[in-house]
Every structure is written in structure tokens, then in C-alpha cells.
């Protein structure tokens, strides 16, 4: 999916503080590296390094600074930092863009935007947000449940169980992440954090009831929207000629985005608790 200027404005325009200012028909230019970058010594004509693939940030430096500049030099300094690949331009803490600056970027079709404020919380906002956005994720099947404070990510075959088990748990007093579909994230390169889509969240569907709103029935404490995937639980249907592990000597690990995950195999048959043996991994990890 390609994340565009037009998305960052809709979706963070008051979280940033952003008004548009022109360049209007480049909306839909692709924001192909989650940098931000104030131009400092590429508008001097330092060129090396470089990245026209990054958003621009005028702050006051770079604005007293071509203030301070003729005309015509204006111009010189800045063709070679706006090109046909810039993603956007952001002038802050309300400073007014230069006539050159406005021109070229209308020129070109490249959004400028101004936003009241200053350089560094702006920049420390601005990365945080394009940090979210294109972190790598991934969607999985499955149920993600907090158990003792441990995000368990409950896998298996459809009809196994899995809504089921995670229902008793939170009966028992767990919180429910998201059910049947989970997205996963990997943040900061670390870890993992699973959470549920918009339209479907604190819902569960429970076959022969149908769908039910856990933070109607069991109160607002008993969800929650987006936790860390910590184990993987994977409820496999009993196979006489399997072998299972008795002992719990040897680790297994998942890999999920780059990440190793402890992931276990629990056994399912007649008579077998599901909901207590789903919790005790949780209460081992921690």
C-alpha cells in the first residue's frame, strides 16, 4: 500500500498542525521514506547526501536564511532541492513561505503546508508518525488475548476453539485484543504489536450465538486495543500417532516479521481444560 502526502494530511492535519498553502494537485505524491529532512546545507549548494525523496522541513534558520538572499539566488538554491520526486514541503512555526519558495512549489506541484510549530517538536511528531506508518505488519489469523499482563496470540485450525478459549478467559479476567483477524506489527524493529481493525473491534463471533460486543457484556476493562505479541498458543486437534512434548525441554520459536516468537502446541481433545492450559505459558513467560 502506498502512503501519500494526501494521507499524512488527512489522517495527522491537526495532530501537526498542518494548513495547505499550495501545490494542491500534488496530493497524491507517494511519500517513499519515512525522513524528514530540514535542507540546511543543501540550500548553501552542498548537494552530497542529499535525499529529494524526503519531506522538507523550513524552519527558521533555513527561512532567515533566504531571506537573506537576492532574488536570483534564491531561485539557484532552491531548483535543485525541489525536484519532480519531493514529496511535500513544511515551513513551521508560521513562518511565511518566500515568493520563490511558493512559486516553485506551485510550480512543480508540490504541496507546501505550514504548521505553528517550531522545528524539533514538529520533526520528533513527524518521524514518530512515519515511523507507524511504514513499519513493517502483517494480518494473521487468529485470536490476540492479555493474559497476567502477556499478549497470547491463540492460533489453530477454523472451529477448533479458539474464540471459545479466549472467551474464558476473559471470563476468568483476561482482556480481549482482537479475534479472528489480527494485525501485526513489528515497532522500533524489537517487537511485535498486535491489534484488531476499527469496524471489528471488542467484537467476537461465537458459532451458534453469533456476534457479541465483549465490552458490552464484560465491561470496558476487559479490552483492550492493541497489545504486544509476546507467544504464540496454536490449539492443534489430539492426534493419537503425534508425538507431543512432555518434558518441555526444547524451545520453539515462530517467526513472525523478523521476530522470533516462543510458540507452543497444545494438544486438544475431550476432557482437556483448554482455557487454564492456554493461560499457563502466559504465566511461564512471565
Known amino acids: 500500500m502506498v502512503y501519500r502526502v494526501e494521507d499524512l494530511w488527512q489522517q495527522h492535519a491537526s495532530y501537526l498542525g498542518l494548513t495547505l498553502v499550495a501545490g494542491k494537485e500534488g496530493l497524491k505524491r507517494p511519500i517513499k521514506l519515512p525522513e524528514a529532512h530540514r535542507p ?15 519531506l522538507l522541513v523550513f524552519g527558521k534558520a533555513e527561512i532567515e536564511y533566504l531571506r537573506d538572499l537576492t532574488k536570483e539566488m534564491r531561485v539557484k538554491r532552491l531548483a535543485p532541492i525541489l525536484r519532480e520526486d519531493t514529496p511535500a514541503v513544511i515551513v513551521t512555526q508560521r513562518f511565511s513561505a518566500p515568493k520563490e519558495l511558493l512559486h516553485s512549489t506551485t510550480e512543480k506541484k508540490i504541496p507546501l503546508f505550514r504548521t505553528p510549530m517550531a522545528s524539533p517538536e514538529f ?17 494473521l489469523h487468529g485470536t490476540l488475548v492479555e493474559v497476567f499482563g502477556i499478549g497470547v496470540l491463540i492460533q489453530g485450525e477454523s472451529s477448533i476453539g479458539k474464540s471459545e478459549t479466549a472467551l474464558g478467559l476473559i471470563e ?8 479472528d483477524a489480527v494485525r501485526v506489527r ?8 498486535g491489534c484488531g481493525a476499527p469496524l471489528t473491534r471488542h467484537l467476537m463471533e461465537i458459532r451458534g450465538i453469533g456476534i457479541i460486543n465483549i465490552a458490552h457484556l464484560y465491561g470496558a476493562f476487559c479490552v483492550r486495543e492493541n497489545k504486544s505479541v509476546d507467544i504464540i498458543v496454536k490449539l492443534d486437534a489430539w492426534k493419537d500417532t503425534e508425538h507431543y512434548d512432555r518434558i518441555g525441554l526444547d524451545e520453539r520459536y515462530q517467526n513472525i516479521l523478523s521476530v522470533a516468537v516462543p510458540f507452543y502446541l497444545l494438544p486438544v481433545k475431550p476432557g482437556r481444560d483448554v482455557v487454564l492450559l492456554s493461560a499457563v505459558p502466559a504465566r511461564n513467560f512471565s
Open 40 to 54: 540546511g546545507l543543501s540550500l548553501s549548494g552542498y548537494l552530497k547526501g542529499h535525499s529529494t525523496k524526503r
Open 123 to 139: 520533526l520528533s511528531k513527524l518521524t514518530f508518525l512515519l515511523g507507524e506508518e511504514f513499519a513493517p505488519q502483517v494480518t
Open 172 to 179: 476468568r479476567g483476561h482482556r480481549l485484543v482482537s479475534d
Open 186 to 193: 513489528r515497532r522500533e524493529g524489537a517487537f511485535l504489536e
